[in-house]
Nanobody, 120 residues
């Protein structure tokens, strides 16, 4: 089994910053893609950003230039630095990790979600 633990959400004023962190642990042989998704009330879950093991990144147009995804391969962690936050960034943010388990099975895992609220 693989566990994902997220941290870093909270309440912030417009224009502020937050840093999300997600740590993967358990039966991990290797990790390929890591990413962040978000889901606002009444909306579908959407991609925020992804990063591959080699460092290639992809961002939703709505967050380009404001958010930065990074990872620490040695610690099996992925981060999301969020700057210049807007009220429309309010959502539950989910970590997603593509794992090759120690049994050599490829499996995708989701974190439990962390609430980000941008409000004055």
């Amino acid at each position: 089994q693989v566990q994902l633990v997220e941290s870093g959400g909270g309440l912030v004023q417009p224009g502020g910053s937050l840093r999300l962190s997600c740590a993967a642990s358990g039966s991990i042989f290797s990790i390929n893609a890591m990413g962040w998704y978000r889901q606002a009330p009444g909306k579908q879950r959407e991609l925020v950003a992804t990063i591959l093991s080699g460092g290639n990144t992809n961002y939703a147009d709505s967050v380009k230039g404001r958010f930065t995804i990074s990872r620490n391969n040695a610690k099996n962690r992925v981060y999301l630095q969020m700057n210049s936050l807007k009220p429309e960034d309010t959502a539950v943010y989910y970590c997603n990790v593509g794992v090759l388990t120690t049994s050599r099975n490829p499996v995708g895992y989701w974190g439990q979600g962390t609430q980000v609220t941008v409000s004055s």
